[in-house]
């Protein structure tokens, strides 16, 4: 007995009186119906129409992606009414508002089976889906259930509607479900006749609950989809502009839309593309990746403005466009009451990254993606292979920080090893060389088939450069330029 | 016009003895209000510095990590901000190493070091033993044009957050170089210009050689710096430097 409500009783059904209207979908012959429906209501508060779609091959499926297709199936839903909420395996939407709009209730179902089937079959479901409508929301998902998609569209004619489902559509438990199959109840309409204190106080509040809010009894909250945000504005050019620089006012206009957009709503964005058109032609599309979600529309310009240095354009452009679609929650920075050392240190350090992030951004807008390395060790004996030079995104898994060698390493590595000439017993690379300090064995590879089998030597030139030599142990025995101390 | 008569009179004693031998008390008055308006004068502006006084420029640098340079550089030691050019001949003549007390002492400040399109691949090994944080080292790749690597230079010498930007590049005419020395300004951040020739007519502030140690025994960390050109010093002057001593 969790929370006693005091709604007025479960009134037992009168079945002479109750005047029942069921309709089959796809209605063929509901002329007459249709017609009592655009009638203007009379009541004060205006009724609605809820209509469910029901996927029981959802069931399978783990919750994540239960919700995902949801979602996706949400997004096309969105298109036909603007109230859509989530129940298990199902969707409902409100769909009395658009009726007039589509013109009827079976448009609407075509409309929407054109939209649901293909996504399923996306997904690789089975291809169909149940559906049924009602005043209420709870009614429309229990007739939905039942499989038999029926349509009610007075909440007077739910009672009927509803009584003959078999109870198994309320999807309770296994133990209420028997006590209810020995208290010899099959259908629903069987339970309205038990007395509703007694019920709630075997089946628990919930079980009332339900049925009370699917006959329009009880207020049914529901919670309903918010469609993520998404933004595109397009601009056309009165004339073909060939000089990206003179773009630059124009998308400077488009970017304080786009600031606006993200302000209202306290989002940031790390992606944005940017369409550039041109006649008869495909147009360039550019494309923003920010490491860090920002809404400032200097950044966003000067990151631009980069791009355009190194854009080459097949034709002149006559319109642009930005469309985002990717948003993050707005996080601000927030200056500290108390200035105390480890705060104020913390938030420079903040802000420091950002500009760093921003200084990236530039780099890598101008000098290409690629462009922009930085050094990673790797635990190996082999001095070529210890070292890997890695985009700057994908650093830092490789890279440890503690050297494997305790010998002296040089600063510059030479990628591929120049041969030095040996002459009446001298090494020659320009000019003499004199070793100084040696051999460091370095012996290892030997099991991938390109065994490293070398001397290394610490030499130096008449000119004064120190370098790093090794002499082969096997084969030929040459001499090779490894490195520079520099 | 007080002020410059005053400023040869305090350092150049013997005219001013010849000339005010009555009036003694007073000038030494006049002379020791005009030597603090000096101080305050150099203190207020950057752009003033006394003209052959080395070590006092009115700022501190950062130190080499090696006392002998740090004795003739202004300033003890490198500049906080702005441009170095440093000319060694070939590679390998211990022109990094040079920097590598810096550069521990910027990573260890958690700031970054930006290698613009250097001539080899900077060796992470030789880094980490260096005590480089490598995590705070970006590499520009080297085959970057030359336009492209001044444009990224004026770049990383604006962010504060870069304190070091190192480059390997020989074409910089005066309006590049103006350019790049108002960013060192603004990011306060020094900007190194690795070179394998010295021209004559550079227009850097501080311009350093490096070269082989003159000792005949050749070890194998000696060096000779020469301070080519720097503020506060008419001549070049010269050091013996060992420069594996800092482990």
């Known amino acids: ?62 919750n994540n992606k239960q919700t995902h297709i949801l979602h996706e199936i949400a997004d096309l839903v969105v298109s036909v009414s603007s109230v859509v909420s989530f129940h298990p395996q199902s969707l409902i939407c409100e769909i009395r508002s658009s009726l007039r709009y589509f013109g009827g209730i079976n448009n609407i179902h075509d409309k929407l089976k054109a939209l649901v089937i293909p996504k399923l079959q ?66 629903i309409r069987d339970i309205w006749r038990l007395p509703p204190d007694e019920l709630r106080k075997r089946f628990g509040s919930d079980f009332v609950n339900l049925l009370n809010k699917a006959l329009g009894i009880t207020h049914e909250p529901t919670h309903n989809y918010v469609p993520p945000p998404a933004f595109t504005t397009s601009y056309d050019l009165p004339y073909e502009i060939e000089n990206l620089n003179r773009l630059l006012p124009i998308v400077d206009e488009m970017l304080i839309q786009l600031c606006e957009f993200l302000k209202k709503r306290d989002l940031n964005t790390d992606h944005l593309k940017l369409f550039l058109l041109h006649e008869k032609r495909n147009h360039t599309e550019l494309d923003l990746n920010l ?78 993606f690629d462009s922009l390395k930085s050094v990673s060790a790797i635990a190996e004996h082999g001095p070529e292979y210890a070292v890997r030079q890695l985009n700057y995104e994908e650093s830092r898994i490789l890279t440890s920080t503690t050297p494997v060698v305790t010998n002296r390493r040089p600063f510059w590595l030479l990628e591929n090893p120049v041969q030095l000439i040996l002459r009446n017993g001298k090494l020659y690379h320009d000019q003499v060389i ?50 520079y101390f520099a | 016009m007080t002020i410059i008569r005053s400023a040869s009179a305090s350092t150049e004693p013997n005219i001013g003895k010849a000339f005010n031998q009555h009036d003694m008390s007073s000038t030494k008055k006049t002379e020791d209000t005009t030597c603090t308006q000096i101080d305050q004068l150099l203190q207020r502006n950057p752009n003033l510095w006394r003209g052959c006084n080395i070590t006092d420029q009115g700022f501190q640098g950062l130190s080499t990590g090696f006392p002998e340079l740090d004795d003739i550089l202004p300033g003890q030691g490198w500049p906080q901000s702005g441009l170095v050019e440093i000319i060694s001949r070939h590679w390998g003549m211990g022109e990094l190493q040079l920097l590598i007390p810096l550069m521990r002492s910027i990573s260890e400040q958690g700031q970054w070091i930006l290698w613009i399109a250097p001539p080899y691949v900077p060796y992470a090994p030789a880094l980490i033993q260096a005590g480089i944080d490598i995590h705070q080292v970006l590499v520009i790749k080297q085959d970057t044009s030359c336009k492209d690597a001044l444009w990224s230079m004026e770049k990383a010498l604006k962010a504060k957050d870069c304190g070091m930007v190192l480059t390997w590049q020989n074409w910089l005419p005066g309006k590049v170089l103006r350019r790049l020395q108002l960013a060192a300004e603004t990011g306060e951040t020094l900007g190194i210009f690795f070179k394998r020739k010295g021209s004559k007519y550079s227009q850097l502030p501080l311009r350093l050689q490096i070269k082989d140690s003159d000792s005949k025994n050749h070890q194998f960390s000696a060096a000779e710096i020469t301070v080519i050109k720097a503020r506060g010093n008419f001549r070049p002057l010269t050091t013996q430097l060992d420069l594996y001593s800092q482990k």
């Open chain 1, 291 to 368: 490491r860090q979600g920002s809404r400032c529309r200097n950044h966003l310009l000067l990151l631009i403005e980069t791009h355009f240095g190194n854009l080459n354009i097949p034709a002149p452009v006559i319109g642009l466009k930005i469309s985002v679609k990717k948003f993050d929650a707005f996080i601000g920075e927030s200056n500290q009451l108390l200035m105390g050392n480890l705060i104020v240190g913390r938030s420079n350090s903040n802000s420091a990254n950002n500009t760093l992030n921003h200084l990236i951004e530039q780099l890598q807008a101008r000098l290409g």
């Open chain 1, 1 to 62: 007995m969790k929370d006693l409500d005091t709604t007025s009783p479960l009134p037992l059904p009168t079945m002479k009186k109750a005047v029942t209207q069921v309709v089959k979908l796809p209605l063929t012959t509901r002329n007459k119906n249709n017609r009592g429906i655009t009638k203007p209501n009379t009541k004060p508060r205006r009724q609605t129409l809820w209509y469910a779609l029901y996927f029981p091959q959802l069931a399978g499926l783990c």
């Open chain 1, 434 to 483: 004199t070793l100084i300090s040696g051999p460091e064995r370095v012996e290892t590879y030997w099991w991938s088939g390109q065994e490293i089998q070398r001397n290394y030597y610490i030499a130096r030139k008449v000119s004064g450069s120190r370098l790093w030599i090794f002499r082969e142990c096997g084969g030929k025995r040459n001499w090779y330029l490894h490195g």
């Open chain 1, 122 to 187: 996306e997904h690789k479901s089975a291809n169909y889906f149940l559906y049924a409508a009602s005043p209420t929301v709870s009614g429309s998902l229990l007739l939905a259930r039942s499989g038999q998609n029926t349509l009610v569209y007075r909440k007077e004619n739910l009672r009927s509607a509803l009584g003959q489902l078999p109870t198994s559509v309320m999807l309770l438990d296994k133990e209420q479900n028997r006590r209810l199959y020995n208290m010899g109840i099959r259908k």
